[in-house]
């Protein structure tokens, strides 16, 4: 399985994460352990959605929209609330 995952930093908590993984467990602590150079200055980090996907052609794509204004904006909207 392909995993998009929003995360939302503990630190400060208008800041957000969107990523892409196939093990969801261990990339949630490897950005708690501040193994991702991105996301390590807002760490820690909590998980606040995901979505499971059976192609990684098709997870890519939701990913890359997430990270677009229009899909930036449904995930505040809709996945975030």
């Not at 820690?44 to 990270?67: H, R």
Request: charged content about 20%.
């Amino acid at each position: 399985m392909y995993y998009v995952y929003i995360l939302t930093s503990q630190k400060d908590p208008e800041k957000i994460y969107i990523g892409l993984t196939t093990d969801l467990n261990n990339r949630l602590e490897e950005h708690n352990s501040f193994q991702s150079s991105y996301s390590k200055r807002c760490a820690p980090w909590q998980l606040n959605t995901y979505m499971a996907f059976t192609s990684k052609p098709a997870a890519v794509k939701f990913e890359t929209y997430l990270k677009s204004g229009s899909g930036f904006a449904f995930l505040k909207k809709r996945l975030l609330g």
